[in-house]
């Protein structure tokens, strides 16, 4: 089992940048192939990014693609997203989450672990 604390969230103006941080418990980190997922006030939660735990192949839903970067660090337990340029419409909670699978890593189902998700709000 692995816990998972992100961070990072806050208010930034179009075409601003953040970094969000998820910080995961236990000693099996680099297990867990990761992905970032969002959710928007009316809105169902979506795929944002995944990385793989075995091949560290990187995967974006098409609308994040150039803006959004994920990364790992197996040593630190921790997973990022850089989030560049952002939109109006990347208002969202982020969350970070866990899975011991390597494939369908877009799936929201795929995830098995949680963080509790952190808002990131973006002014026009």
């Known amino acids: 089992q692995v816990q998972l604390v992100e961070s990072g969230g806050g208010l930034v103006q179009a075409g601003g940048s953040l970094r969000l941080s998820c910080a995961a418990s236990?000693?099996?980190?680099?297990?867990?192939?990761m992905g970032w997922l969002r959710q928007a006030p009316g809105k169902e939660r979506e795929f944002v990014a995944a990385?793989?735990?075995?091949?560290?192949?990187?995967y974006y839903v098409d609308s994040v693609k150039g803006r959004f970067t994920i990364d790992r660090d197996n040593a630190k337990n921790t997973v990022y997203l850089q989030i560049d340029s952002l939109k109006p419409e990347d208002t969202a909670v982020y969350y970070c989450?866990?899975?011991?699978?390597?494939?369908?890593?877009?799936?929201?189902?795929?995830?098995?672990?949680w963080g509790q998700g952190t808002q990131v709000t973006v002014s026009s």
């Open positions: 989450a866990a899975t011991l699978r390597t494939y369908g890593l877009s799936w929201i189902r795929s995830y098995d672990y």
């Open positions: 236990g000693r099996t980190f680099s297990t867990y192939s």
């Open positions: 990385i793989s735990r075995s091949t560290g192949i990187k």
